[in-house]
């Protein structure tokens, strides 16, 4: 079961919320509501707005809102489902705004999670339906409106880029004309939604609706939010990941101009300041003694050795086909390689941030919040009040690669803890860079064993493989989804090969640290689609096989998508098998994606030139975004293959601070890319983060079969040298 699948069954079985299918929820009346959400119930709708159902409002101006469940980070949610209702409604696409929708789960559930959440890259997939028939919903009463206002039927009414027209009379009418009027229409049940060849926006490269605003500034990220009496907090946490405080001063720290008050919180001690670099200057002043009995206190090096020798076993089964360990002593050759993946940071842009604004038995709350739902509990539970006095606004952010997306909700809590400890007022908590990168939740530390056996012609008959590693569910919430102790978000991507392989085994053996860890972009695909993809590519070469021709040659039927898409990039580079080169392919989150890289020697370096991408995700909603995220995914996973760890020295202290130890792929590394969406009729899938998994194998590929070398070890570049 992949991971995607598991943080769906968990979401549904938390009893938070409602799972809502493509059956649209109708509107909430502020009546359903009270206290501080009472507003955001409604989305704030102006006198004359049409709102045909929670997702929709068209203003007397033509202007049409889509409030979008999904937090927007880059990803492309705003302009995806915005597409979706504007191809329904035939509107044209420079009316379309987007904005965050409120926090409600009955209305906005993840269709795939069951609470209001965005993650797996389900944003597109679960919306799909849901949104055209929203869309569908809101033209059938607009047109009903237009048949009563024309006096003609309404099967005689056209609707084009946002005007409804009666031809034979000549009448016409705008969305905004009728927009009063199309409020008094009952609502369809089930609208019926267009066939794929009546498309005039799906699939086209419509601009991004958030594009202008952020280039212009007038986009309100969590740091533009300010009010009135605000302070801004940070917070001295343990240097050592586990520890606790014992004890701290703070006088020295209130002697500096603008701090007013220092508060130990669970979480460490908080300086709050009149403004940010008051904070800063504040926790630089403090002093404060730890308690490290329960802390991590190996190195990373240390851990490794651990992790190593884990691997070195069988560890708990996860899959088995036929019995590999006799094959591999059947077997004429034989090949073991034990491949080891750092800690990784997300490091997105804007680090974490929060305005919690407490005004006696209610709160206030803008964060990047990706999963509103779970964030929302955190808060009420910490700060002592029921969930239904506290709106929590869900704000842009700038990226998150999985880090906004905690199952402990542990930043969500900081943030109540913090503004508890100084009482009624806003106060804004920022993490730093350097708090980020040294604040855990990282992807983990994980080690592969793989053995593999070929027979006398060069057939693969054997595939033994044991991953280590630290589970991201135990000792959270997702915990009761660990069927049978195992954790999928551990060896997703490897208990399934679309292989055929007659014996294969993979076991996993659960590590145990208190860092804490987190999904990072693609999650387990992040490590086992290299594991794999490296692996295959060497037993090919030992039986004497092509790197392309041989996996085609053992993909059967039930794997025709991977065989389309490692064509394609084949086909795209030109490929011959020459040196240089390398391919993978790897299917997550439901799609589909193969790459070509082609790599060059600079100095005992890597340097990536070319990277061909071909990808299936189904529907291409919106080509540019989907290019845009294999392009990222792409740039993000040749980043973390050839540069970066996050590594504890001495004592368990994280090494790395900022992006000068933790470096980022410059601008003239980056490798020049081409992508191939294949034309699909199958419903959409994620992109957010399947074209980062088969960048660093097919990296990988191409360096060995450039220089001999092989690459055991991630990143490629020793620390040293980066």
Not at 260 to 285: D, H, I, S
Not at 337 to 344: G, S
């Given at each position: 079961m992949t991971n995607q699948s598991n943080r769906r069954a968990f979401l549904k079985g938390t009893g938070a919320g409602l799972v809502v299918g493509v059956m649209l929820p109708g509107m909430a009346k502020a009546t359903q509501k009270s206290g501080a959400t009472a507003a955001l119930a409604t989305g704030d709708v102006a006198k004359g707005t049409f709102s045909p159902n929670a997702f929709i409002r068209i203003a007397p101006d033509d202007t049409v809102t889509v409030l979008i469940k999904h937090i927007e980070f880059g990803q492309g949610p705003y302009t995806g489902l915005s597409t979706l209702v504007a191809e329904e409604l035939d509107a044209d696409w420079g009316q379309m705004r987007a904005t965050a929708a409120p926090t409600d789960v009955t209305l906005y559930a993840n269709t795939a999670f069951g609470v209001q959440g965005t993650g797996g890259s389900t944003a597109m997939p679960n919306s799909y339906m849901q949104m055209r028939k929203a869309g569908a919903a809101a033209r059938a009463m607009l047109v009903s409106a237009a048949a009563d206002r024309f006096d003609v039927p309404a099967t005689e009414i056209t609707v084009t880029k946002g005007v409804l027209r009666h031809e034979a009379s000549g009448q016409s009418a705008t969305f905004g004309d009728l927009a009063e009027a199309a409020s008094q229409v009952e609502p369809p049940v089930d609208p019926p939604v267009k066939d794929a060849k009546d498309f005039t926006l799906i699939g086209t490269d419509v601009p991004k609706v958030d594009s202008r605003a952020k280039a212009t500034g007038k986009a309100e990220f969590t740091l533009d939010v300010y009010r009135e009496g605000m302070l801004t907090a940070t917070v001295l946490h343990p240097p050592k990941f586990g520890a606790t405080l014992?004890?701290?001063d703070g006088r020295e720290a209130l002697k500096i101009p603008g701090?007013?008050?220092?508060?130990?919180?669970?979480?460490?001690?908080?300086?709050?300041?009149?403004?940010?670099?008051?904070?800063?200057?504040?926790?630089?002043?403090?002093?404060?003694?730890?308690?490290?009995?329960?802390?991590e206190t190996r190195s990373s090096d240390q851990m490794m050795t651990e992790w190593t020798e884990a691997a070195q076993g069988d560890g708990n089964q996860v899959a088995r086909r036929g019995d590999a360990k006799k094959a591999l002593g059947e077997a004429a050759t034989t090949h073991e390689?034990?491949?080891?993946?750092?800690?990784?940071a997300h490091t997105p842009m804007e680090p974490l941030d929060a305005v919690v604004e407490l005004r006696g038995d209610e709160a206030e709350i803008w964060m990047g919040s990706q999963i509103q739902t779970i964030d929302h509990g955190a808060i009420a539970a910490t700060l002592g009040l029921p969930q239904d006095k506290i709106a929590l606004h869900t704000m842009l952010a700038g990226g998150s690669f999985g880090r906004r997306a905690t199952g402990d909700a542990h930043f969500a809590v900081e943030a109540a803890s913090v503004a508890k400890a100084r009482g009624?007022?806003?106060?804004?908590?920022?993490?730093?860079?350097?708090?980020?990168?040294?604040?855990?939740?990282?992807?983990?530390?994980?080690?592969?064993?793989?053995?593999g056996g070929l027979d006398a012609e060069g057939k693969i008959t054997a595939w033994d493989h044991t991953i280590a590693t630290q589970s991201i569910m135990a000792g959270t919430p997702f915990e009761m989804m660990m069927k049978d102790g195992l954790d999928p978000t551990a060896f997703e991507g490897a208990q399934a090969l679309p292989y055929t392989v007659p014996n294969h085994r993979l076991g996993w053996a659960q590590m145990k640290s208190p860092v804490p860890v987190l999904w990072w972009r693609s999650v387990g695909h992040t490590h086992t689609g290299h594991a794999v993809e490296t692996f295959i590519d060497e037993l090919l070469e030992k039986g004497g096989k092509d790197a392309v021709d041989g996996r085609l040659a053992l993909m059967d039927d039930s794997y025709a998508r991977e065989a389309a898409v490692l064509e394609r990039a084949a086909e795209m580079a030109g490929w011959s098998g020459q040196k240089g080169y390398?391919?993978?392919?790897?299917?997550?989150?439901?799609?589909?994606?193969?790459?070509?890289a082609e790599v060059e020697d600079r100095d005992g370096i890597p340097h990536i030139r070319n990277v061909w991408c071909a990808v299936d995700c189904g529907v291409a909603v919106n080509p540019n975004v989907i290019r845009a995220q294999m392009e990222g995914g792409i740039g993000y996973g040749a980043s973390a293959a050839l540069f970066d760890a996050i590594t504890l020295g001495e004592g368990g202290i994280v090494q790395q601070e900022n992006w000068d130890t933790y470096r980022m792929l410059r601008i003239n590394e980056m490798p020049n890319i081409e992508v191939s969406i294949i034309d699909s009729q199958e419903n959409p899938t994620g992109v957010g983060e399947p074209g980062l998994p088969p960048l660093s194998p097919a990296l990988?590929?191409?360096?060995?079969?450039?220089?001999?070398?092989?690459?055991?070890?991630?990143?490629?570049?020793?620390?040293?040298?980066?």
């Open positions: 014992k004890s701290h701090v007013v008050k220092v508060a130990a919180v669970p979480q460490g001690v908080a300086v709050y300041g009149e403004n940010t670099f008051a904070a800063l200057k504040g926790r630089a002043a403090i002093t404060a003694e730890w308690d490290d009995s329960a802390a390689v034990t491949l080891k993946f750092p800690f990784l009624d007022g806003a106060t804004k908590l920022l993490w730093t860079r350097e708090d980020d990168l040294r604040g855990g939740y990282y992807r983990p530390l994980t080690v592969h064993r793989m053995k390398g391919v993978a392919v790897v299917k997550s989150f439901d799609s589909y994606v193969a790459q070509v990988a590929n191409a360096w060995r079969s450039l220089t001999g070398k092989r690459t055991d070890t991630l990143p490629m570049v020793p620390i040293a040298q980066v």
